[in-house]
């Protein structure tokens, strides 16, 4: 296992339990990481890294249907393992994809890894999406490191890409904003969803409509976690979370998001909208 899952898995381990109301939350999100973990070690190596230099997403030049034989069975250990450890509705979908017919599952994939609608496969939206996005995520962020060969953290600066509201690699939406010691100040970016690109964005600016006017832009933060906030848009009403690493070093940008649960509640109950649902389904 990488030093990078390693990370994750024992910052997962420290907020369940200094943050009691995240602890089911991250014992299921940390067997996912787990489960992810060993499924891109054994997909190093057989996954070739693309050489590419198209216009576009250059990640989409890829598709996990090119390495179908390798994923299916793990796809049907990943439902089993879903089954087993997920909330009861979670359980159940898993448990219903794994009497879906494979070419199915890999529709499943396709729809995802395209951006497109997810095939109509007797379980709930929001449920299905989470099948295809936590299996695949290790897949791409493994393409999209060796595109990019550079290391965890460096963000992605090229031109035009401050204001990208979504991945230059693979045109996901991103999970979580991150800021970052930078000179006398911060640095903002943004962690992809699907590839974990990590892309400058510009500090003050909603990651959803742009909208750049500073008033429109409002926080809702906590006492508790000061390095945790929700960074919302009143114009379009959509937020993210934002992780501060200049105030807490030693956060991991995917696990602190998934644990501040109670942004999220508040976000919602203030008529927020995630831009893209993390791996709890918040
Ligand atoms: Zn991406
Ligand atoms: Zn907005």
């Known amino acids: ?29 940390a067997h996912v990481a787990r489960f992810q973990a060993s499924l891109q070690d054994a997909l190093r190596g057989s996954v070739p890294v693309l050489a590419c230099k198209e216009e576009g997403f250059v990640l989409r030049s890829a598709s996990p249907l090119d390495h179908r034989l390798l994923l299916r069975p793990k796809f049907a250990g990943f439902l089993e393992l879903v089954r087993e450890i997920a909330p009861p509705q ?13 070419e199915l599952w890999e529709a499943l994939w396709d729809g995802y890894w395209r951006g497109q609608a997810l095939p109509d496969l007797e379980v709930e939206g929001p449920l299905l999406a989470f099948f295809p996005k936590a299996f695949l995520q290790p897949y791409a962020a493994l393409l999209a490191a060796g595109l990019r060969g550079d290391g965890e953290g460096d963000a992605l600066s090229s031109p035009g890409v401050e204001t990208s509201p979504v991945c230059p690699l693979c045109g996901a939406a991103p999970q979580v904003s991150v800021l970052r010691e930078e000179g006398h100040g911060a640095a903002r970016s943004l962690l992809c969803a699907r590839c974990e690109t990590e892309w400058r964005y510009k500090r003050v600016r909603c990651v959803a409509c742009g909208e750049e006017e500073a008033r429109r832009l409002v926080y809702l933060q906590a006492t508790e976690w000061p390095h945790v906030r929700v960074s919302a848009c009143q114009v379009c009403r959509r937020y993210i979370k934002e992780v501060d690493l200049t105030r807490d070093g ?10 501040a649960i109670p942004l999220d509640l508040a976000a919602g109950e203030e008529g927020y909208e995630k831009v893209e649902p993390n791996l709890i389904g918040l």
Do not use: C, G, H, N
């Open 90 to 102: 979670l359980a159940a979908a898993a448990d219903a994809l794994r009497s879906t017919p494979e």
């Open 250 to 259: 030693l956060a991991v940008p995917v696990v602190d998001e998934i644990a």
């Open 1 to 29: 296992m990488t030093a990078s899952w390693e990370r994750r898995l024992q910052r997962a381990e420290e907020l369940a339990q200094r943050w009691p109301f995240a602890t089911e939350a991250l014992k299921f999100y």
